[in-house]
């Protein structure tokens, strides 16, 4: 199965801070359709994940625009650009170009 | 708007088995693919299988191979989950989602212990 390495584990910051999540696959995640099935969750405490991004960079519906993927093959990112109390929760990344779909070990995200 | 509506939570004997339901609404179930997910109280999310309510066609995680059973009801636009021969280790939270997580039902808690 491929692996999904998330860093940092815990991410502390503080309201309005720009942080990065780090998703790193043991194999290339680019499909032969040339699709890249890689997404981003956000879950918090006691909810369902709820899908911020898909396809690397695609922002889901009502998902605010200081959420943004990118990356490519191995390496994916997740950027929040300025924090809110909101964004605080778990994050987890998925692939789902091989099967089966495997998602990130999380990171989560709490306030400084 | 769509909804998936979990059923409610399960304490369970070991060696017991138990049925999981998801009803939806505001989409077409019947032309649709509906997959299932385990997380373990602060752990991460595990994929089960996925199974086409138009034939009732399904893909495991060879990991839950045996364990659960994945059918619908397009009648009443449900999705359920079999889960047999449970232990201590499928204690969990079991999730249905569709479209690639686009939506989740609330989950539902399933204890196993005598």
């Known amino acids: 199965d491929v692996v999904l390495t998330q860093t940092p584990s815990i991410l502390s910051a503080t309201i309005g801070q720009s942080v990065s999540i780090s998703c790193r696959s043991s194999q290339s995640l680019l499909d032969s359709d040339g699709n890249t099935y890689l997404y981003w969750f956000l879950q918090r405490p006691g909810q369902s994940p709820q899908r911020l991004i898909y396809l690397v960079s695609n922002l889901g519906s009502g998902v605010p625009n200081r959420f943004s993927g990118s990356g490519s093959g191995t390496d994916f990112t997740l950027k929040i650009s300025g924090v809110e109390a909101e964004d605080l929760g778990v994050y987890y990344c998925?692939?789902?170009?091989?099967?089966?779909?495997?998602f990130g070990g999380g990171t989560k995200l709490e306030l400084k | 708007q769509v909804k998936l509506q979990q059923s409610g939570a399960e304490l369970v004997k070991p060696g017991a088995s138990v049925k999981l339901s998801c009803k939806t609404s505001g989409y077409t179930f019947s032309t649709s693919y509906m997959s299932w997910f385990k997380q373990i109280p602060g752990q991460s999310i595990e994929w089960i299988g996925m199974i086409y309510a138009g034939d009732g066609g399904t893909g495991y995680n060879q990991k839950f191979k045996g364990k659960a059973t994945l059918t619908v009801d397009t009648s009443s636009s449900t999705a359920y989950m079999d889960l047999s021969s449970l232990t201590t280790e499928d204690s969990a939270v079991y999730f249905c989602?569709?479209?690639?997580?686009?939506?989740w039902g609330q989950g539902v808690m399933v204890t196993v212990s005598s």
């Open positions: 998925m692939q789902a170009t091989h099967a089966p779909p495997t």
């Open positions: 989602a569709r479209e690639a997580g686009r939506y």
